[in-house]
């Protein structure tokens, strides 16, 4: 069985940092992009980072400049640094693996960890 599990959340004053953790574990093979999503109170959940096994980034432009996705691979971990924090970002932050092969015969599935909550509030 495959869980994502993620850390890293609380409350931070306007213009704060926080870093979010999302480790992967099981039985993994490989996994494909891996995702932060976020979803605020009565908002449909939006894309806010992504990154290929290769290391490629594209960002949400709401974020782009303050937030950094990065990974461990061999730690089937992924990592987002949030700086500059806003109100706006205020939401519950989702880790998403997409392609998650468990073996190498495997077929490719999605995976989506419980959610940590980031307040930005003064």
């Known amino acids: 069985q495959v869980q994502l599990v993620e850390s890293g959340g609380g409350l931070v004053q306007p213009g704060g940092s926080l870093r979010l953790s999302c480790a992967a574990s099981g039985s993994i093979f490989s996994i494909n992009a891996m995702a932060w999503y976020r979803q605020a109170p009565g908002k449909q959940r939006e894309l806010v980072a992504t990154i290929t096994s290769g290391g490629s980034t594209n960002y949400a432009d709401s974020v782009k400049g303050r937030f950094t996705i990065s990974r461990d691979n061999p730690k089937n971990t992924v990592y987002l640094q949030m700086n500059s924090l806003k109100p706006e970002d205020t939401a519950v932050y989702y880790c998403?693996?997409?392609?998650?092969?468990?073996?190498?015969?495997?077929?490719?599935?999605?995976?989506w960890g419980q959610g940590t909550q980031v307040t930005v509030s003064s």
């Open positions: 998403n693996a997409g392609g998650l092969k468990r073996y190498s015969f495997s077929s490719a599935k999605e995976y």
